[in-house]
C-alpha cells in the first residue's frame, strides 16, 4: 500500500466537524441559514431510496439508532493524473459509524480499503474499495451492508481537501507530538512538515503529517495517534469559542461532500455532542492478515471472528437482533479476474 494514502480518520474528522456545526447552529442563529444552504446543495440522494432493504421502516437520527457510513476519496487533479485518471471512482477511505440513540454514543469501524470482501453490484469477491467505481456510492453501502449484516442509513462521502482547511479554520489544535517528526506535507513533499517532541499548538499541514506518517511506530501507534486527533479537533469544534470561524468551515466542508443527510437530520445528531462530556465515541479495529493471492493481486484477508464480533457489536448498539452470519461472505466465491487499482 502507498505511504500516500489518505487515512479513514480525515473524512471522520470532516463528519464530526458537521455534526458539531450542527448542534452549534441552535446557538448560533446566523448560521443556520448558510448550515441549511450548504446541507441542500450537498444533498444526494440514494437509488435505493430513503430506506436500507435491512429496515423495517425509515428511521431518524432523533427517534431511533442510526449508522452512517463516512467515504473518503481524493478528488486532486495530481491524484487523478498519476492514477490516470481512475482512481478519482475509488474509495480511499471507508470508516462506519452506529449512533445509538439511548446512551448518545458512537461506535466506528476503520474498513480497510484492500479487505476481501464479496461486492453484490458485480457478484464476486474483491477488494471493498473496487465498490465505488463498479457502482458508486449505492454499490459502497450495499457492499458494506452485506459485510457487517447491518443497515447503511445515512453516508458522508467526503474529500480531503477539508481537512486541512478544517484544521486551519479553528486555528489549529492542541496536541501532545510524541517524537521529533519530519514527515511529507498534502503536496506530497518530503521533509517539508518538521514537528519537536512536545504540546503544542498544530496547523492542518501538521496535523495532516501527523496524522499520515507510517515510518515512526506501528499501525496501531498510528491509529491512535488518528483518535487522539478526532477528539482534538472534536473538543475545539464543539466550543463556541470557535463560532466565529465555522462559517469558514462550513464553505470548506459543502464544497467537498455529498450527503444523504438532510440539514434536519444534521441537526438532530446535536446531543451526541453537546450531551456529557462530549462526543463519545469507541473505535474498532476489523483484524485480519494482508497477502497476495494466487492471481497476484495483494488484499486484506478479513479474520471472520473479528468480522462477527464487530457484527454483533454494531448490531446490538443498532438495537438489532444477532447478526445471521450469513451475509458477509455470501456469493460465489469468484476474484475478479484483474486488479483495477
Known amino acids: 500500500m502507498k505511504s500516500r494514502k489518505i487515512r479513514i480518520f ?11 456545526i450542527g448542534a452549534t447552529a441552535g446557538y448560533a442563529a446566523f448560521l443556520t441559514d448558510k448550515a441549511r ?13 430513503e430506506k436500507s432493504e435491512k429496515r423495517e421502516e425509515i428511521v431518524t437520527p432523533d427517534l431511533n439508532s442510526t449508522s452512517m457510513l463516512f467515504v473518503g476519496v481524493d478528488d486532486s487533479d495530481k491524484r487523478s493524473a498519476s492514477e490516470n485518471g481512475n482512481s478519482s471512482s475509488l474509495s480511499d477511505a471507508l470508516v462506519l459509524a452506529t449512533f445509538n ?15 476481501y ?21 449505492d454499490a459502497t453501502i450495499e457492499t458494506v451492508e452485506n459485510l457487517f449484516d447491518i443497515p447503511v442509513d445515512y453516508y458522508v462521502r467526503l474529500n480531503f481537501n477539508s481537512f486541512v482547511d478544517v484544521i486551519n479554520a479553528i486555528n489549529g489544535v492542541e496536541y501532545d507530538v510524541p517524537f521529533d517528526l519530519a514527515e511529507q506535507n498534502s503536496d506530497d513533499e518530503k521533509g517539508a512538515i518538521k514537528l519537536e517532541e512536545g504540546r503544542q499548538t498544530v496547523n492542518g499541514e501538521e496535523a495532516l503529517a501527523l496524522v499520515r506518517s507510517r515510518q515512526y511506530d506501528s499501525d496501531l501507534a498510528r491509529g491512535e495517534r488518528q483518535m487522539e486527533m478526532i477528539k482534538a479537533i472534536t473538543d475545539k469544534t464543539a466550543s463556541l469559542g470557535s463560532i466565529s470561524n465555522y462559517g469558514k468551515i462550513i464553505d470548506s466542508i459543502g464544497n467537498n461532500m455529498k450527503t444523504n443527510l438532510s440539514f434536519d437530520d444534521m441537526t438532530s445528531y446535536k446531543d451526541y455532542v453537546i450531551s456529557g462530556n462530549g462526543l463519545d465515541f469507541d473505535d474498532m479495529q476489523l483484524k485480519g492478515e494482508g497477502g497476495y493471492h494466487d492471481n497476484g493481486i495483494w ?43
Not at 463528519?15 to 458539531?20: G, K
Not at 458512537?106 to 474498513?111: C, D
Not at 457489536?313 to 458477509?328: I, K
Open 10 to 20: 480525515f473524512w471522520v474528522i470532516a463528519a464530526v466537524v458537521l455534526l458539531s
Open 37 to 49: 444552504e450548504t446541507a441542500n446543495s450537498s444533498h444526494d440522494s440514494l437509488a435505493r431510496g
Open 101 to 115: 440513540n439511548d446512551d448518545k454514543t458512537v461506535k466506528l469501524v476503520s474498513i480497510p480499503r484492500d479487505a
Open 117 to 137: 470482501t464479496y461486492i453484490p453490484e458485480v457478484g464476486y469477491y474483491d477488494k471493498i474499495t473496487h465498490a465505488h467505481s463498479f457502482g458508486g456510492i
Open 299 to 341: 488484499y486484506y484477508q478479513i479474520n471472520e471472528t473479528s468480522l462477527e464480533n464487530i457484527q454483533e457489536s454494531l448490531r446490538s448498539h443498532l438495537d438489532l437482533d444477532a447478526p445471521n452470519n450469513s451475509g458477509s461472505f455470501a456469493g460465489e466465491d469468484q476474484s475478479a479476474e484483474e486488479d483495477i487499482n
